[in-house]
Nanobody
Framework: QVQVVESGGGLVQPGGSLRLSCVISGDIISINLMRWYRQGPGNERELVAHMTNSGSTNYADSVKGRFTISRDNAKNTVYLQMNSLKPEDTAIYYC??????????WGQGTQVTVSS
């Protein structure tokens, strides 16, 4: 009934940038909350950033000042702009949307690798 699809991952050198996209499609009534998570090698899945339906944002301390979450309501899309990337940012990045009616829905993940 609803789909969540991430894209934009890839290989980048330290100090580089990537922009991830998360597109929500299907029977959307409203989007309550958008979140980006990541899970690196040997690590637990952690919350990276979130944005409420009012536009307020929050970030993990490890990415604050480097990452920015934003949205395009007309496209039902949320973005994660990642700048000044570090090797420790290497992870699978997941989009999570809390939707009216449907609750939490997850994307399939997109791999980000930061390496020289």
């Amino acid at each position: 009934q609803v789909q969540v699809v991430e894209s934009g991952g890839g290989l980048v050198q330290p100090g580089g940038s990537l922009r991830l996209s998360c597109v929500i499609s299907g029977d959307i009534i409203s989007i309550n909350l958008m979140r980006w998570y990541r899970q690196g090698p040997g690590n637990e899945r952690e919350l990276v950033a979130h944005m409420t339906n009012s536009g307020s944002t929050n970030y993990a301390d490890s990415v604050k000042g480097r990452f920015t979450i934003s949205r395009d309501n007309a496209k039902n899309t949320v973005y994660l702009q990642m700048n000044s990337l570090k090797p420790e940012d290497t992870a699978i990045y997941y989009c999570n949307a809390n939707l009216a009616r449907w609750g939490n829905r997850w994307g399939q993940g997109t791999q980000v690798t930061v390496s020289s």
